[in-house]
């Protein structure tokens, strides 16, 4: 098993978490796995998928110079970042289609030609899925960042120790565990993640659908400071926010109207992109919004 570049700190997992995770037995005195013994020391190590691909990981836990794990797994200097949060559930056929052909056409094309790094939940499902499907589709080279935590994922070679841990996207080029053993964890951590990875450059957040989790990625993603673009008609979340913003004066649930507050939009946008639209319209806006071409206000297409 392959490692990445070394690294000498101290170990950050411990071992009930790694229980948890399914990396120990429950008495947590046989390991299932070796990779995770190179996780409790805090190593960096490379994970190979079935498909042959192959993608760096590494542990974090609140003790940690950030900058400098993602350093260790070879993310270093700033960049674009495009954030992308959300689901794919209850959506019609035609939908989700339309989705997929986004992620191609658009999404993935983008973060090609800028050079952005993108950063996700990094399972194989959903928006996530389709991120990393896009990625290979056109045989993209920008890094490709899942953000999970420990404790609900399955790594490669390790089958699942409960009925809902997820695997890995296969496609992903680099994965950050972060701790924790329930959904939703990750989410301020996707957030800060992306703001280290961006420093002083431009970046975006793109959600479809979602539900609750997704609204807690949109707060943390807020508090970040970074643009939102929503696609209209991919349903749910995503649906709920471009109903609030395009008719204020009907009642909206309190956490979306709460998300929407005029004092996130001082300095930031949130636009509302329908699905229907042309391609073209959605690669300007996110295009203008990784290279700062655009003045940030609420708006509607």
């Given at each position: ?48 998928f079935?498909?042959g ?6 542990q ?24 992308v949060?959300?689901?794919a ?75 809902d ?14 701790p ?26 793109v ?11 949109l707060?943390e ?10 696609l209209?008609?991919?349903?749910r979340?995503a ?42 319209e ?9 290279t ?5 206000t609420?708006?509607?297409?």
């Amino acid at each position: 098993m392959a490692r990445c570049a070394g690294i000498t700190s101290p170990r950050l997992r411990k071992r009930r978490v790694l229980a948890k995770s399914g990396a120990l037995s429950q008495d947590g005195n046989k390991r299932k796995h070796l990779l995770f013994k190179q996780f409790l020391d805090n190593q960096p190590l490379t994970l190979t998928f079935k498909n042959g691909q192959a993608a760096c990981a590494i542990q974090v836990d609140h003790s940690v110079d950030l900058s400098a794990a993602l350093n260790q797994i070879g993310l270093h200097g700033s960049r674009p970042v495009l954030v992308v949060v959300g689901g794919a559930s209850k959506m019609s056929d035609q939908s989700m289609a339309r989705l997929r052909l986004l992620f191609v056409n658009v999404l993935a094309p983008i973060a090609e030609t800028l050079g952005a790094c993108v950063v996700d939940g990094g399972t194989d499902t959903g928006v996530m899925q389709m991120m990393g499907q896009a990625r290979a589709e056109i045989a993209g080279t920008f890094p490709l960042v899942g953000i999970a935590p420990v404790g609900k994922i399955a790594l490669p070679d390790a089958p699942p120790s409960s009925s809902d841990q997820a695997s890995l996207e296969p496609n992903h080029t680099h994965f950050v565990l972060i701790p924790g053993s329930t959904w939703g964890d990750e989410s301020p951590w996707l957030a800060r993640i992306a703001t280290t990875l961006a420093d002083e450059k431009p970046s975006v957040t793109v959600m479809a659908n979602g539900g609750a989790i997704t609204l807690v990625d949109l707060f943390e993603n807020k508090k970040a400071g970074r643009p939102l673009v929503v696609l209209g008609g991919s349903g749910r979340l995503a649906d709920e926010i471009t109903m609030a913003v395009r008719y204020p004066e009907q009642e909206a649930r309190e956490s979306v109207t709460e998300l929407l507050q005029e004092n996130h939009f001082q300095q930031n946008h949130l636009t509302c992109y329908d699905l229907s639209q042309p391609f073209s319209e959605l690669t300007k806006i996110i295009m203008e919004g990784l290279t700062r071409q655009s003045m940030y206000t609420v708006k509607s297409t």
